[in-house]
């Protein structure tokens, strides 16, 4: 399994509010290598089956409706220790406890509003990175 790729979505409240360049920006200031990236929106049925390890959680049935509510981007970023050096560059999943000068603390609105998704394994970014992106699509 390798170690140097993790995968990411900008949620639909960071697209809608117009933050997708300044968000990139700051992936590509922090120096991750774009992968893969595409623009796009997914149905419920496929973000029922992208957060289906969340399917018992409370919020499952809110996060599935907000994240196929409107546009993403999503991309396979490459870094040294890809998962924790993005996860340290996003910041805690709710807003209100991110550090200063990560992407949630910045961009996100609330716990569920939050911008921004990073993978937490490295199985599982070649999980979520195989779920949008063809072996072709991948530079
Ligand atoms: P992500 O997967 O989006 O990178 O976020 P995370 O690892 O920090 O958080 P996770 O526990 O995987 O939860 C996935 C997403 O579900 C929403 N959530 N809402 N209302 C709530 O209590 C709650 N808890 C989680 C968030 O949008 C979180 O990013
Ligand atoms: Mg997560």
């Not at 200031?29 to 089956?49: D, N």
């Not at 981007?73 to 870094?79: G, T």
Request: glycine share 6%; with cysteine.
């Amino acid at each position: 399994m390798r170690s140097d790729r993790t995968f990411t979505m900008i949620k639909p409240d960071a697209v809608a509010a117009g933050h997708i360049g300044a968000i990139l920006a700051k992936i590509n200031e922090a120096g991750f290598r774009i992968a893969a990236m595409k623009y796009t929106q997914i149905t419920k049925e496929q973000a029922k089956k992208f957060y289906e390890v969340h399917k018992e959680r409370p919020f499952y049935d809110e996060l599935t409706d907000f994240m196929s509510s409107g546009p993403i981007v999503a991309a396979i970023l490459e870094k040294e220790d890809a998962v924790a050096a993005f996860r340290k560059l996003i910041g805690a999943t709710n807003p209100a406890e991110a550090d200063e000068g990560t992407i949630r603390k910045e961009f996100a609105e609330s716990m569920s509003k939050n911008a921004v998704h990073g993978s937490d394994s490295d199985e599982n970014a070649c999980i979520e990175g195989a779920f949008y992106f063809s072996a072709t699509e991948v530079i």
